[in-house]
């Protein structure tokens, strides 16, 4: 696969600086649709889009469409796990200039803020969820809420706010 998360800068586990995210998918076994999650360690923004097939090619159309928008100071570090959807993890770092990073085989805990987001998304799609029946615009309600929830780890501010406050103040 690609390079371990050992070789990861440390930076990114302290959560000091905007920019090092964590991805995952969330999946049917009703269905071969799914969801792909991307969350941002320091403020826990996270981008959610339904993916239609667990292919490399669909995850990495989904992951550079969410993550072209963002300035390249604030794609600096994507960790994966090790499945077959991010295998195009080589055109994402070419197409978006980002490092990406691969957690141990088993070791979700590796990648806990995604794991901990995906289970808040489970609040609002259960397990046994068929996704081929959910709409982007739930999907992007869904998105809204937890971007709008605010954190105690983030002295109460929402994601979104402190994604903003953090940009507002690197600039």
Excluded at 3 to 31: A, F, L, N, T
Excluded at 136 to 152: C, F, G, S, T, Y
Aim: charged content about 30%.
């Amino acid at each position: 696969m690609g390079i371990s998360i050992e070789q990861r800068p440390k930076e990114v586990e302290k959560r000091k600086i905007i920019g090092h995210w964590e991805g995952d998918s969330v999946v049917s076994k009703k269905s071969k649709y799914g969801l792909n999650t991307l969350v941002e360690r320091k403020t826990g923004l996270v981008f959610i889009t339904r993916i239609d097939d667990g292919t490399a090619k669909e995850t990495t159309n989904a992951v550079v469409e969410r993550f072209k928008y963002l300035p390249e100071e604030y794609r600096r570090t994507l960790t994966l796990d090790n499945g077959k959807e991010n295998f195009g993890y080589k055109e994402i770092q070419d197409q978006l200039q980002i490092s990406c990073y691969f957690a141990h085989p088993y070791s979700s805990w590796e990648r806990g803020t995604n794991e901990n987001t995906n289970g808040l998304i489970r609040w609002y799609f259960p397990k046994g969820t068929d996704f081929e029946t959910i709409s982007k615009e739930d999907i992007q309600r869904v998105e809204m809420a937890l971007n709008n929830r605010p954190r105690k780890r983030l002295g109460w501010r929402t994601p979104l706010e402190a994604f903003n406050l953090g940009v507002a103040l690197e600039s």
